[in-house]
């Protein structure tokens, strides 16, 4: 099985999501991150947000990534 690892052409801004939360992709990109850094986070339960396991696969909240990137913003 192949799981999408890759953004679409144009993902939309994340003030334009409308799912309470994104896949490790999306999130990475949103984040201004490198997934790895992501799957690091989950996997030592160590980073600034946690993600959401659904069906095994990590999933991050939209509404923590929001204010995650409004803290690390001048």
Known sequence: MKYN??????????DA???PSVSTIYAAYYLNLKPQTLRIWACKEC?????RR??????WSVADSVSYTH???P
């Not at 690892?5 to 994340?14: D, E, G, I, R, W």
């Not at 980073?47 to 993600?51: D, F, H, L, V």
């Open 5 to 14: 690892t890759t953004l679409t052409a144009n993902p939309p801004s994340l």
């Open 17 to 19: 999501i409308n799912t």
């Open 47 to 51: 980073g600034p947000i946690r993600p």
């Open 54 to 59: 659904i069906n095994g696969r990590l999933h």
């Open 71 to 73: 803290l690390t913003l």
